[in-house]
């Protein structure tokens, strides 16, 4: 237990400023995302740019560096679904048909085990088959986050859950604090989307008596 806490203060000096604004903007994304207001997108473009910068000059993860810049493609686009209203009330919360899990589940399995082998194989990456699913899942997860889709949020309690493991197996013990706050986030935006959801179908309903 003090080797934890001793790597938390450790992390907790070496961030750069440009990293922990990326870390905060990170976490109100998904809080705001949570509440269904879309300016969420607005605080995720500049966490992602952030997170982009410090992969690319600092960590020299060129390849993380472009998923962010994938998310913040993926910001904007959230931002011109969620309509013009502050509340994004212009998209209805959704829900997804089993069959449609499983076609995700046919991109996301074959997808980690073909990225896993080939980065297990020929680089030095650690965790690489852990590291390829919670990448392509959280490429899908986003997708279901712009669309309003009310199962993004497990995707996410699942991303977040293996990161946790990834990063604490690692030693990052600070990161597995983050990807634990997020998993308690995806929880309440699980119960906050359901809960709406709920309200839409019984206006609906009480619209077609």
Known sequence: MAAFWNEVRAAWVAFAWYEWVALVTGVVYVWLAARQLRSCWYWGILSCLLWAYADFF???LYLDAILQIFYVGMGIWGILQWSNSSTGQGIQIERIPWREHLKILVLIVPGSLFFGYFFDAYTPAAATYADAFTTIAAIVATWLTVKRKLENWWYWMVI????IGITWSR????????????????IFGWIAWKKQWMIQIKYSTAKDQ
């Open 58 to 60: 600092y960590y020299l």
């Open 171 to 186: 030693g990052a013990y600070l990161y597995a604090l983050l990807y634990l706050i997020y998993t308690f986030v995806a």
């Open 160 to 163: 977040d859950v293996v990161y």
